[in-house]
């Protein structure tokens, strides 16, 4: 006969040493949190979760990688980024009379910065890599076609 | 439309009410969207904010209402972007070997992101404050919302011009690039989180974790590089 307590740790190892969602969550919320709190004592402009991220990156660098179960929450959780904007953009309607009253102005503006800060990062990547690269620096990996890569 | 009103103002006092509805709807737009062969302008972050908005109106319920039973889907925006640390160290390697490229990147990018913004609303007869307010939209929304308030603009339009400028971003940057001929996704990525913040990002990310990695580093660096510009660029056009 097996105890509850055997059952429980037979189950825990079942489930992948142990490391669960909830201990995955306890990280990235644990880093948020950290985020917040250094962005409220130093008054640095940069928002806590992008300090989060920073301090989450230092964790990883550290311990040489995510484990599976928090590589593989990350990813879940990343896969429905976009689902997460969808209560502050429907905000849009809310405050509409804010753009009506400028509303050529705005659109002009936002649709051609947007394309010129596309274009600009873009090629400058694309120029300073070519630079380096005529220097005999070893080919760059990672530099696949972006159209081979729909899904 | 009566009953609607009436079922809409029952409706939106459950609990989750509108985290329902923000599932529901984005389901539907990505159901939608792959029965149309999932077009670029199909965006399913712009026709999930469509539907939600038609349902609003329609039963009649305010911003307010919504958003009160949605805030758990908002909630999760600050550790999805802690989460973003994982993509990012994935390709570390190939980070550090493009490190230059990507500094000059953002700075050149970001930079002519905000400085284009504000010269064209000015060309085109824009008043100061919705210059200003236009200036950092490019940017994090709790980055550009802190720009915005230090030089001048009106924050609540800021916020608006982000969602905007996201939803661009993430719909016209592959199309844009492709025409322009650049084909690499360390670029792509780059440039679509230094234009469109997360949003930019969500949709890269959807196409390759490298892309979608660059594009977490454009955006934060981004955020970084301008938050500290802008205010002091600002102060010195004003001297």
Not at chain 1, 48 to 58: H, Q, R, Y
Not at chain 1, 79 to 108: N, Q
Not at chain 2, 16 to 27: D, K, S
Not at chain 2, 115 to 129: E, F, H, K, L, N
């Amino acid at each position: 006969m097996s105890t509850v307590h055997q059952l429980a740790g037979r189950r825990a190892r079942a489930e992948g040493g142990g490391v669960s969602l909830a201990r995955d969550l306890l990280a990235i919320l644990g880093c948020q949190l950290a985020g917040e709190i250094a962005q409220r004592a130093t008054g640095v402009p940069i928002p806590g979760p992008v300090l989060g991220l920073s301090l989450m990156l230092v964790v990883l660098i550290l311990r040489r990688g995510p484990w599976a179960s928090l590589q593989s929450n990350a990813r879940g959780l990343l896969k429905h980024l976009p689902l997460l904007f969808v209560p502050a953009g429907a905000g849009v309607a809310a405050h509409w009379t804010l753009i009506r009253a400028e509303w050529l102005p705005i659109t002009a503006s936002v649709v051609g910065s947007s394309m010129i800060a596309i274009l600009v990062t873009a090629f400058t990547m694309r120029a300073v890599e070519r630079w380096q690269r005529r220097g005999a620096a070893p080919e760059i990996s990672g530099a696949r076609p972006l159209h081979t890569e729909h899904r | 439309m009566i009953a609607l009103t009436a079922i809409g103002d029952a409706f939106f006092r459950l609990p989750l009410a509108g985290l329902f509805l923000t599932i529901a709807a984005y389901e539907s737009a990505s159901a939608i969207g792959r029965r149309i062969g999932s077009p670029t302008w199909a965006n399913p972050v712009l026709l999930a904010i469509a539907l939600v908005i038609g349902i609003l109106s329609l039963t009649g319920t305010s911003y307010q209402a919504y958003f009160e039973t949605a805030k758990l889907i908002h909630m999760l925006l600050g550790p999805a972007v802690v989460a973003l640390a994982i993509p990012l160290y994935n390709n570390l390697l190939i980070i550090k070997r493009s490190a230059t490229a990507v500094i000059f990147g953002v700075t050149l990018g970001g930079m002519s992101a905000a400085v284009s913004a504000v010269v064209i609303a000015w060309a085109m007869g824009a008043s100061a404050p919705v210059m200003l307010s236009l200036a950092p939209k490019s940017v994090t929304t709790a980055i550009a919302i802190g720009i915005s308030e230090q030089i001048g603009g009106m924050p609540e339009l800021t916020a608006v011009l982000v969602v905007i400028t996201g939803i661009l971003g993430a719909i016209v940057t592959i199309p844009l690039l492709r025409l322009a001929g650049v084909d690499c996704l360390r670029a792509s990525g780059l440039a679509a989180g230094v234009a469109s913040h997360a949003i930019g990002t969500a949709r890269l990310l959807a196409v390759d974790e490298t892309a979608g990695a660059f594009a977490g580093l454009g955006m934060g660096l981004c955020g970084v590089v301008t938050a500290t510009f802008m205010p002091t660029i600002v102060m010195l056009l004003r001297a």
